[in-house]
Structure formats: structure tokens, C-alpha cells
């Protein structure tokens, strides 16, 4: 919880690995998430967070987060190992009265909604219709494999694979008469 006194005391936790009930339990008791990375994909936690209202603080750069952050407010963003900023963020954050706390969380949920519940797989889906109704790309008809490739799992399909590699192998070794 944000400490509204001040800086002294200030809240603040590293949490190891946490799963299930127990993660969500702790994640839906922060207000505020601050990452501190140099690189990001689109990083789960911060989407995990947003969707029960935690308030990120990210850096910027350049990432599949910024959009995500940038769509609550756009100085939750700030250049990485620039401090002063998060600093004047928290601040400001401390300050805010509880409406405009919880104006914030819900824009955090808003933000990441198309990603919760049963709304990624809705999206999903319509973008796999979206994909069988366009016209197909390619001229050349791909031939099909073989019916036992095409009924094996990846796992045979990585030891044919292995064992043909070696036979390859075995084959450059011994000398051809």
C-alpha cells in the first residue's frame, strides 16, 4: 500500500517465485509495480499486475510494455536509470487522493482487458477465421508427407530424425567400394 506519511518507511518487496492462489493473493495487495528492466518482450507480470489494478512504473525501452503503460499514462514511462523520475512518480502517486487512485487501477484493468478471462482466446479465434477466409498465398501445391510422418508425434519425429542424422553421419565415415 502506498504510504501516504512519506518516503520513510516506504513499503517496498522483492518477492520470489510465487504460484497460484498465494501470487494473486500478494499481487492484488500492491498498488504499485516498478520494473527495472533493460530488455522485455511483453513481460507477463506487468499484464498480470494491470489486470488487478497494480499501477506500473516501466522503463522505456522500446518494448511490447511501453504501449501497455503508455495507455494508463504516459509519465508512468520513464528513461532507464532515470531514478529522479520514478521518484517523482511515486511521489505524485502518494499524493493522489483515493478516487484518483482507483481511476488509475481501473484504467490499468481497462488496458488489459483483451487479455483476461476468455477474451485472448475470443481474439484468438477471430484471428484465425480472419486467417481461413484470406486467399491463399502460395501457387505451388505443397506435397503431403508421408502418412506415417503425418500421424506421428514430434517426439518419434525428432528420433527418426536423430536416427537418420546418424546414419548420415555413419555413412561419410565408412568408405563406399
Same mark, same amino acid.
Given at each position: 500500500?502506498?504510504?501516504?506519511?512519506?518516503?520513510?518507511?516506504?513499503?517496498?518487496?522483492?518477492?520470489?517465485?510465487?504460484?497460484?492462489?498465494?501470487?494473486?493473493?500478494?499481487?492484488?495487495?500492491?498498488?504499485?509495480?516498478?520494473?527495472?528492466?533493460?530488455?522485455?518482450?511483453?513481460? $507477463?507480470?506487468? %499484464?498480470?499486475?494491470? !489486470?488487478?489494478?497494480?499501477? /506500473?512504473?516501466? +522503463? =522505456?525501452?522500446?518494448?511490447?510494455?511501453?504501449?501497455?503503460?503508455?495507455?494508463?499514462?504516459?509519465?508512468?514511462?520513464?528513461?532507464?536509470?532515470?531514478?529522479?523520475?520514478?521518484?517523482?512518480?511515486?511521489?505524485?502517486?502518494?499524493?493522489?487522493?483515493?478516487?484518483?487512485?482507483?481511476?488509475?487501477?481501473?484504467?490499468?484493468?481497462?488496458?488489459?482487458?483483451?487479455?483476461?478471462?476468455?477474451?485472448?482466446?475470443?481474439?484468438?479465434?477471430?484471428?484465425?477465421?480472419? $486467417?481461413?477466409? %484470406?486467399?491463399?498465398? !502460395?501457387?505451388?501445391?505443397? /506435397?503431403?508427407? +508421408? =502418412?506415417?510422418?503425418?500421424?506421428?508425434?514430434?517426439?518419434?519425429?525428432?528420433?527418426?530424425?536423430?536416427?537418420?542424422?546418424?546414419?548420415?553421419?555413419?555413412?561419410?565415415?565408412?568408405?563406399?567400394?
Amino acid at each position: 500500500m502506498l504510504n501516504r506519511s512519506g518516503w520513510i518507511g516506504f513499503p517496498c518487496c522483492a518477492l520470489a517465485w510465487k504460484l497460484g492462489e498465494e501470487y494473486w493473493r500478494i499481487l492484488n495487495n500492491w498498488d504499485v509495480i516498478l520494473f527495472q528492466s533493460d530488455y522485455e518482450g511483453i513481460p $507477463l507480470s506487468l %499484464l498480470e499486475a494491470m !489486470s488487478v489494478g497494480v499501477i /506500473p512504473i516501466y +522503463p =522505456r525501452i522500446r518494448s511490447g510494455g511501453d504501449a501497455y503503460v503508455a495507455k494508463v499514462r504516459s509519465d508512468l514511462l520513464y528513461e532507464p536509470e532515470d531514478f529522479g523520475h520514478v521518484a517523482k512518480v511515486l511521489s505524485q502517486l502518494i499524493v493522489l487522493d483515493e478516487s484518483a487512485l482507483e481511476s488509475l487501477r481501473a484504467r490499468c484493468k481497462e488496458v488489459t482487458a483483451p487479455h483476461t478471462g476468455d477474451n485472448y482466446i475470443k481474439a484468438f479465434s477471430t484471428f484465425i477465421r480472419q $486467417l481461413r477466409e %484470406l486467399p491463399k498465398a !502460395s501457387k505451388a501445391a505443397v /506435397p503431403r508427407p +508421408p =502418412r506415417f510422418v503425418e500421424n506421428c508425434s514430434f517426439t518419434w519425429l525428432a528420433r527418426f530424425g536423430a536416427v537418420r542424422r546418424g546414419f548420415l553421419r555413419l555413412l561419410r565415415i565408412l568408405p563406399i567400394r
